[in-house]
């Protein structure tokens, strides 16, 4: 089967920058609308833009995933504006520092739980709502390889993307039979700008030297599986955590 999803409405959350853009822009190459929502105004309008100049029918939203209210408005306007919902990535999420779990804070805490844990919740709630009224849908979540293994250090973000690897296979049993499939994407380490500018090259090496494979991912990497996830060519697929890590967690 072709990657295509022509005509269907796709959001992207976290969709100004990174994996989210790379996914924005690859989901509306293969055909959909694209709507995408970020915390920050000029990442957005540069994404926004970017897809216009490819000729797609797009919205954008400047929410927090973590404000239920927010998340609500956030897909029942993209709903209004493009005409539906068909697919949906919730991809919003952060990372957390390295740092022993003693020495950790509970503001630091409660921060990444409420975007990658609580705004994925919210994310899918509001999107299950529709589609279980269309009868129809297609839920990405973004994981991560450390939905799988562990990384010292990282007790918070590998916490939160063990909880989105669990919510993703619990919701993706419970509506099986409703013509909904849930699945989740888990990266390994990805080169994004993020990452290029603000960590050296020593550190990009030991991340990389995590895979077999011995390099980092791409976004366009990660977008590619999730085109794969969002078209027909998945359609026997559900309840699925999708490792792109470069063998990773095969070790």
């Known amino acids: ?25 690859a989901l509306a190459e293969a055909g959909a609308k694209v709507s995408i929502c970020d915390v920050d105004s000029e990442r957005l309008e540069s994404v926004l833009e970017e897809l216009r100049d490819m000729g797609t029918e797009c919205f954008g939203s400047l929410s927090d995933v973590s404000q239920a209210d927010q998340v609500e408005a956030y897909i029942a306007n993209t709903i209004s504006t493009l005409g539906g919902l068909d697919i949906a990535l919730n991809n ?22 409420a975007i990658n844990l609580k705004g994925t919740w919210l994310c899918m709630r509001a999107e299950l709502r529709h589609m279980l009224a269309q009868g129809s849908g297609n ?28 919510l993703t296979r619990n919701t993706a049993v419970e509506y099986a039979e409703q ?3 849930i699945n989740a994407i888990c990266p390994g380490n990805v080169l994004t700008p993020l990452l290029d500018g603000t960590v050296s090259q020593e550190v990009q090496q030991e991340l990389a030297s995590k895979h077999p494979m011995k390099r980092l991912g791409t976004p366009e990497e990660i977008a590619s599986a999730a085109v794969y996830l969002a078209s027909d060519a998945s359609q026997f697929m559900t309840g699925v955590l999708l490792s792109v890590d470069g063998g990773w967690t095969a070790i």
């Open 1 to 25: 089967m072709e990657l295509r999803v022509d005509n269907k409405v796709a959001l992207v959350t976290g969709g100004g920058a990174g994996l989210g853009r790379a996914c924005a822009l």
């Open 92 to 113: 919003a999420g952060i990372a957390s520092m390295l740092q022993p779990l003693a020495e950790t804070r509970e503001e630091d805490f409660d921060r990444v739980m």
């Open 139 to 166: 839920i990405i979540n973004m994981a991560s390889a450390l939905s799988k293994t562990t990384y010292p250090g990282s007790a918070f973000y590998t916490t939160s993307k063990h909880a989105v690897g669990g």
């Open 179 to 181: 013509g909904i499939r």
